[in-house]
């Protein structure tokens, strides 16, 4: 897969399936090949297989953009359920895919505003410096101010349902599950996935919680600007500073980290404790990073915001809490309220539920349980992988495929993940007791 700029997109579901055949195909094809070196003798490792297939799936995921590749984001943040090959190709898109050539962006303006970039700001780099999954940004100036332009790729909102409906019965079959089991989970990543297409409400999202949060302390937020933004194009202000990996190849002092970090867990503490909604896009590729101050965090891109439900928020809390672990029948009334435990459950299956649960409450809810929490021991973070290993090899726990819980916690679960994992990457030391 070239970094030249793409001049069209795969946008029809005829176009999508084929392009996901035309993938299934080479990937089969490199089996062929792996196992015909085998046979005459030729070195060929299972590293090298993996190697192969994950540099055409990304190839493919990059070309498609949109939805798919927001899962591959979401799978590299979740290391441990790939394969190395897998998860190092899937971090790119964090940062960088393949950009739309000049003539894309300058048609999405004249669509959107009846006139070129050039036209519209006092300078405009043609080139994107930046290209996601959704969009890609591009560098402007207008009236002497510094702008970041996110320019949305064509047909991603279309594509996304025709996207899940691609991957759902690959999904059910591989897990033996029934749509009716899965119907409410798909239905709430569609929905979240949808509403990033909307730059309208990113945009306002952005201002009100930038707007909420003014009393945080070492946080930075772009200003927007409706005149220059649409439904597929969003101007807002270009912000200083570096993202993770690059910040800490210039080996920041310990405490830079730390404040770093603490702004991170205030900022997440506060958003899910008084505004009950959550920037639920972790990953590193939506932080700027820099030394000002002590430590400035910019936080950027809030096209996946969480609401959190009153009562959501209030199991959420209490499944944390220090007295639910020590207390079986407290555990056992919350998770038959969260759904997760059933009435008609045998009593084998509710005690290893309970049992597991108890386990995988105390390890997620550690850092709240203390007055402070070092995350820089990258032990937590592999016992949390480690768990989930554990989980998946249990048994008995794989026979029961059937989701269970609040399709709610989808979000929540993966946006706390996502904070421990950059604040591990960080290696910051954090005041997290209440």
């Not at 002092?253 to 404040?259: G, K, L, S």
């Not at 209490?318 to 207390?327: C, K, N, Q, R, Y």
């Not at 759904?339 to 108890?358: K, N, S």
Request: proline share 5%.
């Amino acid at each position: 897969m070239s970094d030249e700029p793409q001049t069209s997109l795969p946008t029809t579901k005829v176009a999508r399936a084929a392009r996901f055949a035309k993938t299934g195909f080479n990937v089969g094809a490199n089996y062929v090949k792996h196992y015909a070196k085998r046979a005459v003798g030729a070195e060929s490792t299972t590293a090298d297989l993996h190697a192969a297939n994950a540099a055409e799936l990304y190839g493919t995921l990059s070309e498609m953009k949109g939805s798919v590749l927001k899962v591959a984001q979401m799978l590299a943040m979740e290391k441990n359920m790939l394969p190395t090959a897998y998860a190092e190709q899937f971090a790119k898109a964090q940062y960088q895919t393949p950009p739309l050539s000049g003539p894309l962006v300058v048609k999405a303006f004249r669509d959107a505003f009846g006139q070129s970039p050039f036209q519209l700001f006092d300078e405009f780099e043609a080139e994107a410096r930046q290209a996601a999954s959704i969009g890609q940004v591009h560098f402007a100036r207008k009236d002497g101010k510094d702008l970041a332009v996110k320019v949305q790729y064509p047909g991603v909102a279309a594509s996304i349902k025709s996207d899940i409906n691609l991957v759902k019965p690959i999904a059910l079959r591989v897990m033996g599950l029934s749509e009716a089991q899965v119907r409410p989970y798909l239905a709430e990543v569609e929905t979240r996935l949808l509403e990033e297409t909307n730059y309208e409400l990113e945009l306002r999202r952005g201002q009100e919680i930038a707007a909420r949060c003014q009393g945080l302390a070492h946080l930075e937020f772009p200003a927007y600007y409706p005149a220059y933004s649409t439904a597929r194009i969003l101007t807002m202000d270009w912000l200083p500073g570096q993202h993770l990996k690059e910040f800490l190849a210039t080996d920041p002092a310990q405490e830079v980290r730390n404040q770093l970090g603490q702004a991170l867990w205030d900022f997440y503490q506060f958003q899910f404790n008084t505004l009950h909604q959550l920037h639920a896009d972790p990953h590193p590729g939506n932080f700027l990073l820099r030394t000002e101050h002590g430590g400035t965090l910019g936080v950027l891109d809030f096209g996946c915001v969480k609401e959190v439900p009153t009562e959501v928020y209030r199991l959420f809390t209490a499944l944390l809490a220090p007295e639910t672990i020590a207390d079986e029948t407290r555990l056992a009334a919350l998770l038959t309220e969260a759904g997760v435990l059933r009435a008609t459950d045998a009593p084998t299956l509710r005690a290893l539920y309970l049992r597991t649960l108890q386990v995988s409450l105390e390890l997620v809810g550690r850092p709240f349980r203390q007055a402070t929490f070092d995350f820089g021991d990258p032990a937590y973070l592999a016992a949390l992988y480690a768990l989930g290993d554990d989980m998946m090899a249990d048994p008995e726990l794989r026979k029961q495929r059937e989701p269970r819980g609040s399709e709610h916690f989808i979000y929540l679960n993966r946006t706390y993940v996502g904070l421990f994992a950059l604040l591990t990457e960080l290696g910051a030391i954090v005041r997290t007791g209440q």
